[in-house]
């Protein structure tokens, strides 16, 4: 620590030595000097001398700064630097004015792409001068301003006014085979002889041929461009309809897009849309116009056909193409009902099914040779034969054929005298004849002993 000490006091003399010595000689201390300009790119001067960028070092004094740019006025203070110091410049923009003298009254100006509506100013430096009239060319220039300026401008005419207009909007025009855009087109030309043709996409082009040696407009009427259109339908005598007018079934349509309509007797109309680009096929199928046939029945479960097709039971409702339709209506026990019905407009049938008449059968009994006793007289009551059916007597006569019986399943019994046999039940179908012929077996059996 002694050691540390013994040296620590000399350099402690030294420096306090060096600055007195400073002092002594008269040296300044230095200063960083920043200029902040608003404008980019102003030339900025310390004391007479260009300093890059727009910072410096200086010695502590009173030193002049000055700013310079294009078109700005320029800038000069004097500036006491005893520590970093910042100065902010703020440079004020000059303009002069702009006179201006032209051959042609009512010629417009602009500078640098902006209409004067006024007499024109304009900042130091360089600027863009343009001035029009109509029938001249336009006079384009470049103009350096640093104070008052004077320019004397001599339009040039152009020549004779040509218009071309036409009736189709989107039409562009060739003047001499040379594309000249869109309509409306004006353009001053040399006196002379022009080819002026007017095109539009979907049209026959425009020619003609102007002599030009005073203005001329020429308005051009395109017509458009026809391809024929054939239909193949599937009715006969349709009414087309293109566009909303009425047209042959071939007809000649211009190019582009367009509406259809199509309608024909006893047919759904049909409504769409096609594009011609050139002649042009189109295959169109009719949908036949479907009208209601609904059938009622008086029977439940009636069946309904129609066309000899099953349509299950009434009521039934269909829509069906306009034509004749054979329709049946049908129940058990009940006559069916058959019509033909012409459907040209809706039909409704309320069928009344008749109950079928009621055809009974016939039955006769028949008595083999045999067991007919030839000694008994007729009308002995104990030689008549009595039948009953369900056990109601069918023969109050005794009569033996033609007794009548209802369809049906039915017990037959027949009698005579004490003798009475159960013949069973039978099925009797209706007008059938039906002929019970009687047998009559005997059994002997073989007498037991008694025991």
């Not at 000069?76 to 003298?101: A, E, K």
């Not at 104990?382 to 399943?409: C, F, H, M, Y």
Request: proline share 10%; aromatic share 6%; no cysteine.
């Amino acid at each position: 620590m002694r050691s540390i000490t013994r040296w620590a006091a000399p350099l402690i003399l030294l420096a306090a030595g060096t600055s007195l010595f400073a002092q002594g000689l008269g040296i300044k201390r230095v200063w960083n000097l920043i200029i902040q300009v608003d404008v980019p790119g102003a030339t900025i001067l310390v004391d007479n001398k260009p300093i890059p960028g727009n910072a410096t070092r200086v010695p502590e004094s009173i030193h002049n700064v000055k700013v310079q740019a294009p078109g700005y006025a320029p800038f000069s203070i004097d500036v006491n630097v005893n520590r970093d110091t910042t100065l902010p410049v703020h440079l004020q923009s000059v303009s002069f004015p702009l006179s201006l003298s032209t051959n042609v009254p009512g010629a417009q100006v602009w500078l640098d792409g902006i209409l004067m509506t006024g007499p024109p100013v304009a900042a130091w430096g360089t600027h863009t001068v343009k001035v029009s009239a109509p029938g001249y060319q336009d006079y384009n220039a470049s103009i350096t301003v640093n104070g008052p300026t004077a320019l004397q401008v001599t339009l040039v005419p152009m020549g004779i006014l040509l218009t071309v207009n036409a009736n189709v909007g989107g039409a562009t025009v060739l003047v001499n085979n040379v594309a000249k855009g869109g309509l409306p087109y004006t353009e001053y030309l040399p006196p002379g002889t022009y080819a002026v043709r007017v095109q539009a996409p979907g049209y026959s082009d425009f020619m003609t041929s102007v002599a030009l040696n005073q203005p001329i407009t020429v308005n051009a009427m395109l017509q458009p461009q026809l391809f024929p259109v054939t239909l193949n339908l599937n009715v006969q005598s349709p009414i087309v309809m293109i566009d909303g007018v009425r047209m042959p079934v071939t007809p000649n349509v211009s190019m582009g897009q367009h509406t259809l309509q199509i309608s024909a007797q006893g047919y759904m109309d049909y409504t769409g849309s096609f594009t011609v680009t050139g002649p042009t096929v189109l295959q169109i199928a009719l949908n036949p116009q479907a009208l209601q046939l609904s059938v009622n029945a008086n029977v439940d479960g009636a069946q309904v056909m129609v066309n000899n097709v099953s349509k299950g039971p009434a009521p039934y409702a269909e829509s069906l193409p306009i034509g004749t339709y054979a329709v049946r209506v049908f129940a058990d026990g009940y006559l069916d009902y058959q019509a033909n019905v012409s459907l040209t407009q809706p039909v409704a049938l309320n069928v009344q099914l008749q109950p079928k008449p009621v055809v009974p059968a016939t039955m006769a009994v028949v008595i083999p040779r045999p067991f007919v006793d030839s000694d008994i007289r007729p009308g002995d009551p104990q030689s008549t034969i009595r039948i009953w059916v369900d056990d109601k007597l069918v023969n109050p006569k005794r009569e033996l054929a033609g007794i009548q019986i209802p369809p049906g399943k039915h017990r037959v019994r027949i009698g005579s005298g004490a003798l009475m046999v159960q013949l069973g039940d039978y099925v009797f179908q209706p007008g059938i004849n039906y002929t019970l012929e009687l047998g009559l077996t005997a059994v002997v059996k073989t007498p037991t002993a008694q025991q």
